[in-house]
C-alpha cells in the first residue's frame, strides 16, 4: 500500500522551494515504499505495542546539571584585543547582507 502519492512528493518538494525530475520524484517515492515496509516489518514482532519507547539511544543517559555558580570571567579589553575593529566594547564586523 502507497502512502505517498507523486503529487505528494511534488508538493512536499515545493514547499522546500525545489523541483523534481520525475525521475527523482519516483526514486523518493521507492524509498518511502522501502521505508513503509520496514515499517511493516517492526510492527509485526509479537508484543512490540507493549514495549516503552526510547526517549535516548543510550540506556544509561542521565542528564547532569552542575550548580549554577558565578565564576570570574575574562577582562573583556583582553579580549578585545583580539579583534581589528572595535567600537566601545563590541567587536565591528563587515556588513554580510544588505
Avoid: Q, W
Avoid at 525545489?18 to 510492527?43: G, S
Avoid at 505495542?49 to 552542575?66: I, N
Avoid at 577582562?75 to 572595535?86: A, F, G, M
Amino acid at each position: 500500500m502507497n502512502r505517498f502519492t507523486k503529487e505528494m512528493v511534488d508538493d512536499y518538494a515545493n514547499k522546500l522551494l525545489f523541483d523534481l525530475t520525475p525521475e527523482e520524484n519516483k526514486m523518493v517515492l521507492d524509498e518511502f515504499e522501502i521505508i513503509d515496509r520496514n515499517c511493516d516489518a517492526v510492527n509485526t514482532i509479537p508484543g512490540i505495542a507493549e514495549v516503552t519507547p526510547m526517549t535516548h539511544c543510550l540506556d544509561d543517559f542521565v542528564v547532569e546539571l552542575r550548580d549554577d555558580e558565578a565564576e570570574p570571567s575574562v577582562d573583556i579589553e583582553l579580549l578585545l584585543r583580539n579583534s581589528d575593529e572595535t567600537s566601545d566594547r563590541e567587536v565591528e564586523l563587515p556588513k554580510v547582507v544588505d
